[in-house]
């Protein structure tokens, strides 16, 4: 595999390669443009400069010679080349003397000899630092009546002088530093990366402790930041999962339990009647549990999917909630619990199907934890942008701890353990309100009883 590391440490060290080369060919083409002239008109002045000061002057050899050296120090090569073609040399010597034929002219034409412009086919100003006799620029000058040609270059070796070193320290030291940095760079932005694929394998395995110790403020700090968030929700996700299993598991295992149980007595012949009777309506209820259950978690996990397809159409939201009071009428009879209603007209676009087992949980909770004698009111009615339906009953109401479980699945209160039920109603009830973009709220004090209040937004009703 490539490594992000890799990657990014060869396109350092290619860019930082890339920036020499051009940095070089800039150099060379400012070189060739300006520097080059500027050098050769610098250098043929100074050579006149020389000739100037010792031309026609009576100077013994011995003086001459002495001036010729001290020009030398100074920071110059010179060779004097006489009409016969012998050279004298001051300063450090060159590495080739072979005298080029162009400079010939000096001496026989008084012309001014330039070595670096004959240097046309290197591109490069390397040709600026060879030390030979050919790169000079030459002038000729007379003496005792002689014609001599006067050839210099300077010193490249003097060249390098402080500025110079400091330069190249400034330029080694920046690309050491930029590599060492890149370097330290990429180290620091793969690090972050290894150590979330390093979390994500931990995931897969389902452990969701991976500690991921990235502090850092920028994208990958917030990548982090989101895995961290990631974590902890599929974590929680995995324990709601597992205990809705355990939950799922324990409430089928207790009603088939009871059933096998029944069923066994069942088999005794001498059975009293009343006993099989019975036993006969306990198997009823526990098969009835189990098709609820069945029902309520086949419904729940078609809300889960997230994409359930809403069947909305427009009803009479009154006419409705009137159904689901009929439907109950025996058993409020039954409970003697006396049940009022105001219900006011209301035309609603909606799930009817859904709603409808909204009403149907509310009612039969406010049925089962209601006291005899009790009552329930149900109101519905229109207040401004929303509808809102109300119910409302004198049972055991709901402890104050209780209240933020209340919607969780398979909650149920200590006082519900002996009723039927199966703590999915008011999950699913909660759904199916969001589901309508609605919302519920309880009201509930132990005691006295529960209120349950339902928003539904105005962009679904109209009023008949
Ligand atoms: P269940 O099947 O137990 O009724 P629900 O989800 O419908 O499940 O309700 C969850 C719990 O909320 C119930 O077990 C009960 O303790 C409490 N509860 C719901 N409605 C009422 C109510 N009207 N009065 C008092 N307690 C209620």
Do not use: C
Request: proline share 3%; charged share 25%.
């Amino acid at each position: 595999m490539k490594t992000l590391y890799r990657q990014f440490t060869i396109a350092t060290l290619f860019i930082l390669a890339i920036s020499i080369l051009i940095g070089f060919t800039i150099a060379n083409i400012f070189y060739i443009t300006v520097t080059k002239e500027e050098t050769i008109e610098q250098n043929v002045g100074v050579a006149q400069e020389i000739v100037a000061t010792v031309q026609n002057v009576p100077y013994s050899e011995e003086s001459f010679d002495r001036y010729m050296q001290a020009v030398a120090k100074l920071g110059y090569q010179i060779a004097l080349v006489d009409s016969a073609g012998d050279m004298k040399f001051y300063g450090e010597p060159f590495d080739d003397t072979a005298f080029p034929e162009e400079a010939q002219r000096v001496l026989t034409e008084n012309g001014t000899y330039t070595g670096l412009d004959s240097f046309k086919d290197q591109i490069f100003m390397i040709g600026h630092f060879t030390n030979e006799l050919h790169n000079t620029v030459g002038v000729p000058f007379e003496r005792d009546g002689e014609n001599y040609g006067l050839f210099i270059r300077p010193d490249t070796k003097l060249l390098g002088t402080d500025i110079h070193s400091v330069l190249i320290g400034f330029v080694v030291a920046i690309g050491l530093v930029s590599i060492i940095g890149m370097i330290w760079l990429a180290r620091q932005l793969t690090r972050p990366i290894v150590q979330l694929t390093e979390a994500t394998k931990h995931i897969a395995r389902e452990n969701y402790n991976y500690p991921l110790d990235i502090k850092r403020n920028d994208e990958i700090g917030q990548l982090s930041e989101s895995f961290n968030l990631m974590q902890t929700q599929l974590q929680q996700n995995d324990l709601a999962r597992k205990s809705f299993i355990s939950n799922v598991s324990h409430d089928f295992q207790s009603p088939l339990m009871n059933i096998q149980g029944y069923a066994d007595l069942l088999k005794s012949p001498d059975l009293p009647d009343a006993d099989r009777l019975a036993y006969t309506s306990i198997i009823d209820q526990e098969a009835k549990r189990l098709s609820s259950l069945t029902r309520q978690l086949l419904l729940l996990t078609s809300l889960d999917q997230g994409a359930y397809p809403m069947k909305s159409k427009e009803f009479k939201l009154d006419e409705q909630l009137k159904a689901v009071v009929r439907k109950y009428r025996w058993r409020l009879e039954e409970e003697d619990i006396n049940l009022s209603y105001s219900l006011a007209p209301t035309l609603f676009r909606g799930d009817a199907e859904l709603l409808d087992n909204v009403w149907d949980n509310l009612l039969t909770n406010a049925i089962k934890y209601n006291k005899p004698g009790g009552s329930i009111e149900i109101a519905l009615k229109t207040i401004g942008p929303d509808v809102i339906v109300t119910f409302k009953d004198t049972g055991t109401g709901i402890a104050a701890e209780a209240l933020p479980q209340l919607f969780d699945r398979f909650y149920r209160g200590d006082a519900a353990r002996k009723k039927d039920g199966t703590g999915l109603g008011l999950s699913i009830v909660e759904q199916i309100v969001q589901l309508h973009h609605g919302t519920i709220k309880v009201n509930s004090k132990i005691g006295e009883g529960s209120e349950f209040i339902l928003t539904l937004p105005h962009s679904d009703v109209k009023q008949t």
